[in-house]
Nanobody, 121 residues
Framework: QVQLVESGGGLVQPGGSLKLSCAAS????????MGWFRQAPGKEREFVGY???????YYANSVRGRFTIARDNFKNTVALQMVSLKLEDTAVYYC???????????????WGQGTQVTVSS
């Protein structure tokens, strides 16, 4: 069973950039589709994007062109690079792993504890 730990969250101004990292143990990230989700206060967990086992990426419309997911098989990590951040990007960001490709959080069985991203001036 894969365990996931996110890091890299923090406070950033609108228009700024931030890079999140997800470190995996108990299994290679190369064997899983690796996803990112986020949850803002009072809202449901929202799909951000994922990188598939074959290396293809898929993003939510709200972040496409601003966020990039990359996998490092040697380090066994997955990164979420975020640029041009907006106030509405404020949320707790979660890393997830699944053998399925899906935008639905309920189909991702493995989760990290989350890291807070706050976009504020």
């Amino acid at each position: 069973q894969v365990q996931l730990v996110e890091s890299g969250g923090g406070l950033v101004q609108p228009g700024g950039s931030l890079k999140l990292s997800c470190a995996a143990s108990g299994g290679p990230v190369s064997r899983y589709n690796m996803g990112w989700f986020r949850q803002a206060p009072g809202k449901e967990r929202e799909f951000v994007g994922y990188i598939a086992v074959n290396g293809g990426t898929y993003y939510a419309n709200s972040v496409r062109g601003r966020f990039t997911i990359a996998r490092d098989n040697f380090k066994n990590t997955v990164a979420l690079q975020m640029v041009s951040l907006k106030l509405e990007d404020t949320a707790v960001y979660y890393c997830a792993a699944s053998t399925l490709e899906s935008v639905y959080a309920r189909l991702w069985p493995y989760w990290g504890q989350g890291t807070q991203v706050t976009v504020s001036s």
